[in-house]
């Protein structure tokens, strides 16, 4: 998510620069049937031969069954979203050319082998997390939202965030990064389409379960289940030197890992930043940019919603200095707001209690339901605008304490499977990614026509 010549001359004239917001989407690719298959380097060799893919907004990713699609941070969200829905476009007409088809679900509900880079860094891990543990990166795509940094908090050249003692953007960055965390629970049941994993029904959020690192989560198999440092939902911090620290230790753990398993020194990755060895579902991304990526892909209308849920309450954050405490009261009543004051409940309960029935539950939980009611509150308070249609499809998942999970679990019990104990039929696990797929492409279209309206008024 590098910034624009345009951003920086902008910085340059103002304090706070308006928050910007981008997107990076990860798709399963599947044959005409309906199975995962391992065709990426094709997709991307034929973009390449068309001259469709100059900027590399679409690039490859850690499994040869999955391609990730990108766009830069825009002032607007539905900028943002209709640069991201030309590159998804460009990838589909591409798929479709070559009979392939891109699915848009956090995890593919049935079996399937999977075929991982060779690439330094990618080797190592696979060393250090297990090569059972590190097939689970491959089997799970995810939706990762960037709001770029408050001015002056980064350093471009270094690429880390700057030593800052009186400031107030470094502040406005400790409470976007606290509140992000604590909003966790909230848009990954919003966002979850992961119920199956390689045929198992796990929870209602799969991908969440077998790729965190959490002891929360209960799951030995998960990908960083041993360094949960490394992708498990970390802890609020008091300052920026506090980000900074983690940031530093994390990166002299990690090489002293890898140093403990004897690698060549020819055979070490080569990172660009001492921030590309952080996984976790928050964190300060190497582009300049605070980064939630413990979403599920999903379908393009409820990105969208949470994107802007997002931006409506991180921009009162970073524009307008408004604060985020922990507080207990905040168990009872999350998100509360006084005055320019944003209330999160305790990161051990985030984490240890609203994360877990996230992960197992979704709407089940009463208690996760009204969170996720309460923060949707919060961002229509905010929201300057009268209209906010923007939140409508939020509103009716809750209304029907129904997410695409849950839609997912409902195809599969009237397709014949209704015993989620056993295993999901490959057969009608296609039909599933098969139906999801379609409704991409109808979504992209509802979407263009929304943003045509907005501007013709």
């Given at each position: 998510m590098p910034k624009?010549?345009?951003?920086?001359?902008?910085?340059?004239?103002?304090?706070?620069?308006?928050?910007?917001?981008?997107?990076?989407?990860?798709?399963?690719?599947?044959?005409?049937?309906?199975?995962?298959?391992n065709k990426a380097d094709l997709l991307l060799s034929k973009l390449e031969k068309k001259g469709e893919n100059k900027d590399h907004s679409i690039?490859?990713?850690?499994?040869?069954?999955?391609?990730?699609?990108?766009?830069?941070?825009?002032?607007?969200?539905?900028?943002?979203?209709?640069?991201?829905?030309?590159?998804i476009k460009t990838l589909i007409y591409t798929a479709d050319e070559n009979n392939l088809i891109i699915c848009p679900l956090g995890s593919y509900p049935s079996e399937f082998k999977v075929s991982t880079r060779n690439e330094a860094k990618y080797k190592v891990q696979?060393?250090?997390?297990?090569?059972?543990?590190?097939?689970?990166?491959?089997?799970?795509?995810?939706?990762?939202?960037?709001?770029?940094?408050?001015?002056?908090?980064?350093?471009?050249?270094k690429l880390e965030l700057k030593k800052l003692i009186n400031s107030k953007n470094k502040e406005s960055l400790v409470n976007v990064y606290n509140f992000l965390i604590a909003a966790d629970p909230a848009i990954t049941t919003f966002m979850q389409s992961s119920p199956f994993y390689q045929g198992k029904y796990l929870g209602k959020d799969s991908r969440m379960i077998v790729y965190r690192g959490s002891q929360e989560l209960e799951y030995p198999d998960a990908l960083y289940y041993n360094l949960p440092q490394f992708g498990a939902l970390?802890?609020?911090?008091?300052?920026?030197?506090?980000?900074?620290?983690?940031?530093?230790?994390?990166?002299?753990?990690?090489?002293?890992?890898?140093k403990s398993f004897k690698?060549?020194?020819n055979f070490y990755p080569k990172y660009k930043s001492k921030l590309a060895t952080n996984w976790?579902?928050?964190?300060?991304?190497?582009?300049?940019?605070?980064?939630?990526?413990?979403?599920?892909?999903?379908?393009?209308?409820?990105?969208?919603?949470?994107?802007?849920?997002?931006?409506?309450i991180i921009s009162a954050i970073q524009d307008d200095h408004f604060?985020?405490?922990?507080?207990?009261?905040?168990?009872?009543?999350?998100?509360?707001?006084?005055?320019?004051?944003?209330?999160?409940?305790?990161?051990?309960?985030?984490?240890?209690?609203?994360?877990?029935?996230?992960?197992?539950?979704?709407?089940?939980?009463?208690?996760?339901?009204?969170y996720c009611k309460r923060i949707l509150n919060l961002a229509k308070l905010l929201s300057k605008r009268k209209d906010n249609t923007n939140f409508s499809i939020l509103e009716e998942m809750i209304a029907?304490?129904?997410?695409?999970?849950?839609?997912?679990?409902?195809?599969?019990?009237?397709?014949?499977?209704?015993?989620?104990?056993k295993k999901l039929p490959p057969s009608i696990a296609a039909k599933i990614a098969l139906e999801h797929s379609k409704r991409l492409f109808k979504e992209i279209v509802l979407v263009e026509e929304y943003a045509q309206e907005l501007k013709d008024n």
């Open positions: 624009t010549k345009k951003t920086r001359k902008n910085c340059k004239k103002k304090k706070l620069k308006k928050l910007t917001v981008g997107f990076e989407v990860e798709f399963f690719i599947l044959n005409q049937k309906g199975s995962v298959v690039v490859k990713e850690v499994g040869k069954n999955m391609i990730e699609v990108k766009s830069h941070p825009y002032e607007n969200n539905m900028e943002s979203l209709q640069t991201l829905i030309n590159n696979k060393e250090i997390f297990g090569s059972r543990r590190f097939k689970n990166s491959a089997r799970a795509c995810g939706f990762h939202l960037h709001f770029e940094l408050p001015w002056g908090v980064f350093d471009y050249k970390p802890s609020y911090k008091h300052t920026g030197t506090d980000i900074i620290r983690m940031n530093k230790d994390r990166y002299k753990e990690w090489f002293k890992i890898i690698f060549s020194k976790t579902p928050v964190k300060v991304n190497p582009h300049g940019t605070l980064e939630q990526r413990g979403m599920d892909m999903n379908h393009i209308s409820i990105m969208f919603s949470i994107s802007v849920l997002l931006r409506k604060q985020v405490q922990t507080s207990d009261l905040a168990i009872k009543e999350p998100f509360k707001l006084e005055k320019k004051t944003i209330l999160i409940p305790p990161d051990i309960y985030v984490k240890g209690e609203l994360q877990k029935a996230s992960a197992y539950e979704g709407f089940d939980n009463e208690t996760l339901l009204y029907k304490k129904e997410t695409v999970s849950d839609q997912i679990i409902k195809q599969a019990k009237e397709l014949g499977h209704t015993d989620l104990k």
